[in-house]
């Protein structure tokens, strides 16, 4: 119940592509759903983040797509970039300070 | 400095032997995170610091790890006897009190021989 399940675990995309990742999770109690994007060597870095009273954020070229219902959220980067090559990871968190972190996903945007 | 710095960034050492990770939070920051991350895993709680309440210790995997904080200021995490699974980045992040974003240092990378 704890488990939030992220994929895909890589993916590659050109430049300009709209990659999308995906998160699902059980816990209803869940109120906050953060993106962390990781560059090698460094910790992660909040990206964006969204609670679950809207279906959809936007910051820049990133937007999260909320699903209530289906207890599912998504990442998409729009008209990527090489520099966006990163590693991405979702969470959440049920207003304590403990997240549960997905496994990641290692994004490829070629030039 | 403005970021949650770490040290030492890179450390090797043998089976058995103990290490200690240092951290050093966001000044004013009052809540201070450990992680674990293995090489293409997710991050894996460790232990959490609020200000001067217990510590959450639900994630340190077993009586090898341990971890301190004075206060409002630097944390050590140790590490007894290590074994060779002990390998891995160790994250720290701190956040304001109330406050979502925990911001991470760029860790420390433990390699066991």
Known sequence: ?111 | GAGVSQSPSNKVTEKGKDVELRCDPISGHTALYWYRQRLGQGLEFLIYFQGNSAPDKSGLPSDRFSAERTGESVSTLTIQRTQQEDSAVYLCASTNYGGNEQFFGPGTRLTVL
């Not at chain 1, 970039?81 to 590693?87: I, K, M």
Request: overall charge positive; aromatic content about 14%.
């Open chain 1, 1 to 111: 119940q704890q488990q939030v399940k992220q994929s895909p675990q890589s993916l590659i995309v050109q430049k300009g592509g709209i990659p999308i990742i995906n998160c699902a999770y059980e816990n209803t109690a869940f109120d906050y759903f953060p993106w962390y994007q990781q560059f090698p060597g460094k910790g992660p870095a909040l990206l964006i983040a969204i609670r679950p009273d809207v279906s959809e954020k936007k910051e820049g070229r990133f937007t999260i797509s909320f699903n209530k219902s289906a207890k599912q959220f998504s990442l998409h980067i729009m008209d990527s970039q090489p520099g966006d090559s990163a590693t991405y990871f979702c969470a959440a968190s049920s207003g304590t300070y403990k997240y549960i972190f997905g496994t990641g996903t290692r994004l490829k945007v070629l030039a």
